[in-house]
């Protein structure tokens, strides 16, 4: 891809959208990943009971995203987490999401509490990533 093209990414075996848009777009090597839900991939709109399973059915489906473009947790620059129970839940939700980055190594972020969110979910989280330049 040249540095001024846009790419619109649909990963194959990737999380079903729930609106019209894709999975990720990427532009001079960083990369948006749209918020995902809490629903897995073969069972759209299903979800399991809780923050900590939702978000851990979330990370999944970024790690999916992340994968199929030939990323991963470790090329996350920015998260962006919302919340529909931000004062029942923000605390598990803490606990279940620096489970998938390495110590030290957290993005930036920003977690605000929503009204609602598709679904009826407890949790979306976006990602803007870069991809890894090799120094020569």
């Not at 999380?15 to 990720?24: G, Q």
């Not at 073969?42 to 030939?70: D, F, R, S």
Request: hydrophobic share 45%; with cysteine; aromatic share 10%.
């Amino acid at each position: 891809m040249s540095n001024s093209s846009i790419a619109f990414h649909m990963i194959a075996g990737g999380p079903t959208p729930v609106a019209p848009f894709s999975h990720a777009t990427e532009a001079d090597g960083f990369v948006f990943v749209t918020g995902q839900m809490p629903d897995s991939p073969g069972a759209p709109g299903v979800l399991p009971e809780g923050i900590e399973a939702q978000t851990a059915n979330v990370m999944a489906n970024l790690q999916t995203v992340l994968a199929g473009l030939g990323l991963d947790f470790g090329d996350v620059l920015v998260a962006r987490a919302y919340l529909t129970r931000f004062s029942e839940d923000y605390a598990a939700f803490n606990a279940a999401y620096q489970r998938y980055f390495a110590p030290g190594r957290l993005p930036a972020r920003t977690c605000v509490g929503v009204t609602g969110l598709a679904y009826d979910a407890l949790v979306e989280i976006d990602f803007i990533a870069r991809r890894r330049v090799d120094a020569t």
